[in-house]
Structures are given as structure tokens and as C-alpha cells.
């Protein structure tokens, strides 16, 4: 004889997505990721796992920079999990600094071989000039495109199709003079956004207004700041073993 089920028998043994925690499958993405060519970390890889997770069905992730699709792959796998998608915005242009058609084609390929082209919507298309014809609400904004500061401040007004509370995160902010000049610009003297924290170089932000002591933890991060440019300069001067004094035992820039 079947016995029945109580609703408070049923609440102990259904899990539901809510209630695991956010890291679980988290491993297995990173083992596709990872092999992808880019410059996004574990840890940064993490941060943007969680920040997808946090998400429910329907929503809508924009990533501004896709490359390779490292970062594409972690954020659409999470995606996957809550119903979300992903819209992944790249021109794809000729030349050294966009990759052009070669990086577009292993891009796509990279989506199919770890499964997620089906969550993820290619725009080929600067971020600046698509910007303003936008009109669909995004609930989480990632921001990797071009460094310089006019278009990171550009890309960071994104924001005004995102919801008060939601998240943006920036790679190589407190790494790239273009990016951290807009960030202390627009956040630490602007209204709009609040610091969270960083993985390194990929830096989280609420739309939010800042305290006064959000500020602070702005300014906190320029000695960070200025180490980097300080490694990036002695690598250019090919001084990459003074570099490793300041703990930086890498040929290329920090991130």
C-alpha cells in the first residue's frame, strides 16, 4: 500500500534550484572553458558563474566581448541551469584587435562542442553603435569589449536597460587605464553604480547609488591599480624578473 506524502515530507527530500548552492556544476563548465583561448581566470570564471546563477527563468544576460567564447560557455552553462540566455555581443571585424572572421568561426565552434549554442544569441555588432537601438531588459550585464575609456563608459550605459539592483561586472577593470579612468569616473565619483568586490581584475557592481564608504573601497583598489601599470610597464621594458619581485611571474599583463 502506497502511504501518502505530506507536503512536509515532500519539502525534505525536493531539492530545488534555489536551494543548491550556486558552485555545483560549476567544475565541469570550467573543464570545457578552460581549454578555450582567452584570459579569464578560474576564479573570474567563478565570479561570473555565480552572478548567472543568481539569476531566474527568463532572464537575460548581454556579454560585451566574447573572443573565443571562454567566458560565453561559463555564462550560458550557468544560464542553462536557472532558464536564462545569453546575448553575446562581438563585431567580429578584420584586424588584429577583433579577430575577425577566424575568431567568429571558432567562437561558434567552441559553443557547439560544449553544448551551449542553443542558450546563446550572437549580435555581430560593435557594442557602441548597437547600444542605442536596444529595447530588451537585461537582468545581469558583462562588460570585456574594447578598453579604451570612451567606449567602456559607453558600454556601462548598458545599465539603463537593467533593473535598480542588478549586477554588472568589467574585466580588467583595476588593470587597464581605459577601464579604471571610467570606473573612477562613472562610480567612484558617479551616482549610478556601487562596488562589490573583484576576482582580481573582474570587478562586480550593483545599480545602485554608493555610500560614502563604497567610495572608499573604489580608492582602495588604486595601489592595486598602479602595480599593475607598474608590471605592465616593465614588461614592455622586457624587465619581466623585476616584475617577479612584485609578484607577477607571467609573461603577459595582469589580469
Not at 567568429?104 to 567552441?110: G, S
Not at 550585464?141 to 539603463?160: E, F, V
Amino acid at each position: 500500500m502506497r502511504l501518502p506524502i505530506r507536503p512536509r515530507d515532500l519539502s525534505r527530500c525536493v531539492i530545488t534550484q534555489k536551494q543548491r548552492p550556486l558552485t555545483d556544476g560549476f567544475e565541469e563548465t570550467w573543464s570545457l572553458a578552460e581549454p578555450v583561448k582567452g584570459w579569464m581566470t578560474r576564479d573570474q570564471g567563478l565570479a561570473l558563474w555565480n552572478a548567472a546563477r543568481r539569476l531566474s527563468e527568463g532572464d537575460l544576460i548581454v556579454e560585451i566581448g566574447s573572443h573565443q567564447g571562454r567566458s560565453t560557455i561559463v555564462l550560458a552553462s550557468a544560464a542553462r541551469t536557472v532558464g536564462a540566455r545569453v546575448v553575446a555581443v562581438d563585431p567580429f571585424v578584420d584586424g588584429r584587435l577583433f579577430g575577425g572572421s577566424p575568431t567568429r568561426q571558432r567562437f561558434e565552434a567552441n559553443l557547439r562542442k560544449a553544448g551551449v549554442e542553443d542558450v546563446v544569441e550572437l549580435v555581430a555588432e560593435y557594442s557602441t553603435k548597437l547600444r542605442p537601438t536596444w529595447d530588451r531588459p537585461i537582468q545581469l550585464l558583462y562588460i570585456d569589449g574594447k578598453h579604451d575609456y570612451w567606449t567602456y563608459t559607453d558600454d556601462l550605459r548598458w545599465s539603463a536597460d537593467l533593473a535598480d539592483g542588478r549586477e554588472i561586472l568589467v574585466h580588467d577593470c583595476f588593470s587597464s587605464i581605459g577601464v579604471t579612468l571610467g570606473t573612477i569616473a562613472k562610480v567612484l565619483f558617479g551616482r549610478r553604480y556601487t562596488y562589490l568586490d573583484r576576482a582580481t581584475s573582474l570587478a562586480r557592481f550593483r545599480l545602485s547609488p554608493p555610500s560614502f564608504k563604497d567610495r572608499l573601497r573604489v580608492l582602495a583598489q588604486m595601489p592595486w591599480f598602479l602595480r599593475n601599470v607598474g608590471i605592465k610597464v616593465l614588461l614592455r621594458l622586457r624587465l619581466a624578473p623585476v616584475a617577479r619581485v612584485f609578484g607577477h611571474d607571467s609573461p603577459y599583463d595582469p589580469y
